[in-house]
Structure formats: structure tokens, C-alpha cells
């Protein structure tokens, strides 16, 4: 085979139009597989020559000429053309170039659409760690602003309302929840994206003899995918991938939109620092919570990748078809996009400032008790319509007055309900409305600190989980 002709020449009279090799190239983007397609190729060697198809000494060249190249594509000074399509032509060209016709014996058994599934599914393995590695920093991050200001009392909000008081750590400690569940999804996906396809050849399997349970043990896969047909026409794990990906920017989003009212001057609960916030450019004033924006914008652009990827493999016929070959820059972007987000939704926190004492006057004006002064009556064995709605009457009638309920006198609240008595006073106090929500999960403080434990010791866990997780070759 001459230097830049095509894998396929044999086949063809005519060159390859230039326009088309521009348009069907795809090495701008899956050059970003190329260290899993050497890693790749240097086990589908190795279980080449387990098979005798390949001799020792061709194995040690080709081993040796794939770290090279890896050094060369790592170092920046490979050199990429159109002529050779993408990311596993070049490779497999340039280490002609340099050890010769072994080079050639490397796609014995094997075909593109196997060796492309292969890399994806060795990408994504990877970058599902980092991911759920940037998760555990986005809950410290929680954690550590909840437990610096433990005791805030800020409005929980309906309908953007206020609505009933919660501790901060408690509001913080949701979107701990949010996450720990994306961090479950990425590790549950971990178990279907670990299978190797390589070996499924271009659809139907391979005449050679490799043991692909061989391959399988070196790249540190949990089994290998039974159908060769499925092997190389799925994708569902980009697809997962992205899906998950999705929540988990939802979840930041929506973070961040509360970081945005939180900081503006209407609420200004939280202060941001300087060094995460941005500037105008014509109003010597503003400070902006940029980074905020830019997640929640982002968002967008994730749920995007999800659609293009969906949309992609809708009605697809089996097998391989070149569509496929969009896959990567939105499941690229995607993974990217979520992992900034993630590592700079956590440094966002870590310069957060909370403005304990703005909360609490949001949170002891607007009848946040009012719920309070129903659960009182009913309480003491009203029907809780009937409390809610004598309550309502004096909420109605301490807001003509410009007063909170705690301002109106007995005389003033019995007129409500004669079983309203001076105890009430305290039960209304923004500290023993919030201490007496005891009900699992609910916002008292006792319930808060413990959950905040709770919360600290399952990222401790998390982390040491994935400090164990390797992908390691496994017992050969
Ligand atoms: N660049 C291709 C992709 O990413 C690799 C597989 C090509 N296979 C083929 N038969 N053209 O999808």
C-alpha cells in the first residue's frame, strides 16, 4: 500500500474527491480517542499474537511503534490530513511509516466499527469517573458552606412565594441529594459502558481465533458484548451518558438560578467574591454572577447534545452506518461542558458569602409562620380546614393592621379562635417553627446536623469507592 491510499484502493479506479474527504473527514474531533485507540490496538495486538496470527517480534514492534505514536499525537507534532478520514487511519498509517508491514497485520480481526466502539466505550468510562469524582467536590462544597452557617434561617419558597422557614443547610443539603442520585446514575451506567464490542469485527464476528475474553481481562472490561451485530451498531451508552449528564445540569441549574436571585440586591442572601464574579464593561457598578449564568446557559446546550445524539439513532437500520460517526461531537461537548460546570459550580461555592442576618428578616416577615398558627389549633383538635381558615383570617387581618402574627395581641388573635392562648407567642418564634418540623427529613436542626453527617460520611465513602475502582488488566 502506497503512502495516503486508501485502505479501500483495491476496490476503486478513482480518487477520492477533495471536497468529500473534507466533508466525510472526522479527525478534528475523535482525535480527542486517540490515547484509547492505542491503548486499544496494543491489546487487540496482544490477542493476535496469543492467537499465533501475529509473531512475538511483529507484537513487540507494533507495541513499541504505537507508544510512539502516542508520544508524537501527545506531543502535538503529529501531522493530520483529510486523505486519512480519522483518528484510527492515522494511527494505523503512521505506524507503517514507522515499523512497516506489521502495521499492516494489525487490523487482522477487526474492522473500524468494532475499534470505533471499542475507544468510545473506553472514553466514556473514563471520563464517567471524573465526573463522579467532580460530584463528590460539588457536595463538599455544600457541605462545607452548609456547615459554616449551620445555623441560617432563611424563607423555603413556593410559587417563588415565601412560604415556610428552613434551615440553609437544609436547602443546600437538597441539592446534595440531587447529585448523589446523578452520581448513582453515572455509577449504574458504569456496569452496561464496561463490556467490550471489540471482536464483533465489521458486524458478523471474525473467522480468526482471537479469545476476546483475552482482550476483555486486558483493558479491564467486565465481560464482553454477546452479539456482534449489537456490538457495533449501539450507542446507547453515549446516549446514557448524556441523558444522565442532562439531570445533573438541570440539578446545577437550578442551583445556580437561586445563586443568581440570591445575589441580586432584591434577596442579597449571598455575597459572591470578586474572584468569581465578573464585571461590566460601561456600568462602573455591576457585579455579575457570570459563572451562574453560564451553567444554567449551558444546560441548554447538554440537553441539546442528548436530542442530537437520540435523534441521531432513531430508526437506524442495523449495522454500522456513517451517521454514527456524529456521535462524537455533541457526546464530546457534553462530557466536557458537564465536567466545567461541575468544577466551576464548586469553586462558586467555595467563594460564596452568606448573609445570615438579610435571611432571617426574609424569613421572619410574610407570615411564614402562618402554617404554625394552623397546626397550633389543630393541635389542640381542630379540623385542620377550620385552623387553616382562622388562621387565614388572621393573616388577612394582621396584614391591614402592616403587622406580623406575633405582633397582633391575644385579644387580637382570640378573636380568630378562642383556643388560641399566650403559648402561642413562642410557638410562633422563626426558631421553634423551624425546630418542631421533626418529621423525617424535615428541616429541624437536630435532623439537619445529623443528616449533614450523614451526608459528609457517604462522600468519604464515594471517594474511597472510586480510589479503588481501576481498570487495570485483570488476572493474566
Ligand atoms: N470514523 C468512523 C466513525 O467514527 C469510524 C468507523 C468507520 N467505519 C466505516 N465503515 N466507515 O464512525
Given at each position: 500500500m502506497k503512502e495516503q491510499e486508501k485502505p479501500w484502493q483495491g476496490r476503486f479506479d478513482e480518487a477520492t474527491d477533495k471536497l468529500v474527504e473534507e466533508f466525510t473527514s472526522s479527525h478534528a474531533t475523535d482525535r480527542h480517542l486517540a490515547r484509547h485507540d492505542i491503548l486499544g490496538s496494543k491489546a487487540h495486538a496482544k490477542t493476535l499474537a496469543r492467537a499465533a496470527i501475529i509473531s512475538e517480534a511483529e507484537l513487540a514492534a507494533i507495541l513499541k511503534g504505537l507508544d510512539e505514536v502516542g508520544k508524537e499525537i501527545a506531543a502535538g507534532a503529529f501531522k493530520w490530513s483529510d486523505?486519512?478520514?480519522?483518528v484510527h487511519m492515522h494511527i494505523e498509517s503512521r505506524l507503517f511509516e514507522i515499523i512497516g508491514d506489521p502495521a499492516h497485520k494489525l487490523h487482522t480481526a477487526r474492522s473500524r466499527n468494532d475499534q470505533v466502539a471499542l475507544d468510545l466505550r473506553l472514553y466514556l468510562r473514563e471520563r464517567i469517573v471524573l465526573v463522579q469524582r467532580l460530584i463528590c467536590d460539588m457536595q463538599d462544597a455544600l457541605c462545607a458552606l452548609a456547615t459554616k452557617n449551620i445555623s441560617a434561617i432563611l424563607p423555603g419558597y413556593t410559587h417563588l412565594q415565601r412560604a415556610q422557614p428552613v434551615l440553609l443547610a437544609h436547602h443546600l443539603l437538597a441539592y446534595f441529594e440531587m447529585l448523589s442520585r446523578d452520581g448513582e446514575r453515572f455509577d449504574q451506567m458504569l456496569s452496561r459502558v464496561n463490556?467490550?464490542?471489540?471482536?464483533a469485527a465489521a458486524l458478523a464476528g471474525t473467522t480468526f481465533p482471537i479469545d476476546r475474553q483475552y482482550t476483555a481481562n486486558l483493558l479491564g472490561f467486565?465481560?464482553?458484548?454477546?452479539n456482534s451485530m449489537d456490538a457495533v451498531s449501539d450507542r446507547d451508552s453515549a446516549i446514557e451518558f448524556c441523558a444522565a449528564a442532562s439531570l445533573c445540569m438541570a440539578h446545577l441549574s437550578r442551583l445556580c438560578e437561586e445563586i443568581i436571585l440570591w445575589s441580586s440586591a432584591e434577596f442579597g442572601f449571598v455575597t459572591l467574591s470578586d474572584s468569581v464574579s465578573t464585571g461590566s464593561s460601561i456600568m462602573p457598578q455591576k457585579k455579575n454572577p457570570d459563572v451562574a449564568e453560564l451553567v444554567r446557559g449551558k444546560t441548554g446546550r447538554v440537553y441539546g447534545s442528548l436530542m442530537a445524539l437520540l435523534t441521531l439513532m432513531k430508526?437506524?437500520?442495523?449495522?454500522?452506518?456513517?451517521?454514527?460517526?456524529?456521535?462524537?461531537p455533541p457526546l464530546f461537548d457534553a462530557a466536557d461542558t458537564l465536567c466545567a460546570c461541575l468544577a466551576v459550580t464548586a469553586r462558586m461555592i467555595d467563594n460564596t458569602k452568606v448573609n445570615a442576618e438579610k435571611m432571617r428578616r426574609a424569613a421572619s416577615q410574610?407570615?411564614?409562620n402562618a402554617t404554625d398558627l394552623a397546626d397550633y389549633l389543630a393541635a389542640k383538635g381542630l379540623p385542620f380546614r377550620r385552623a387553616h381558615h382562622a388562621a387565614g383570617k388572621a393573616v388577612a387581618f394582621a396584614l391591614a393592621q402592616g403587622k406580623?402574627?406575633?405582633?397582633?395581641?391575644l385579644e387580637e388573635l382570640t378573636r380568630?379562635?378562642?383556643?388560641?392562648?399566650?403559648d402561642i407567642y413562642d410557638f410562633l418564634t422563626l426558631e421553634s417553627v423551624v425546630s418542631?418540623?421533626?418529621?423525617?427529613?424535615?428541616?429541624a436542626p437536630q435532623l439537619v446536623k445529623k443528616a449533614l453527617a450523614q451526608a459528609k460520611r457517604q462522600i468519604a465513602k464515594e471517594r474511597r469507592l472510586l480510589e479503588k475502582l481501576s481498570f487495570e488488566a485483570k488476572g493474566q
Open positions: 486523505a486519512l478520514e480519522d463490556i467490550l464490542p471489540l471482536g467486565d465481560g464482553v458484548a454477546v430508526s437506524l437500520p442495523l449495522t454500522y452506518n456513517r451517521d454514527m460517526q456524529e456521535d462524537k410574610g407570615f411564614l406580623e402574627l406575633e405582633q397582633l395581641s380568630f379562635d378562642k383556643n388560641i392562648q399566650k418542631r418540623r421533626k418529621s423525617i427529613g424535615g428541616t
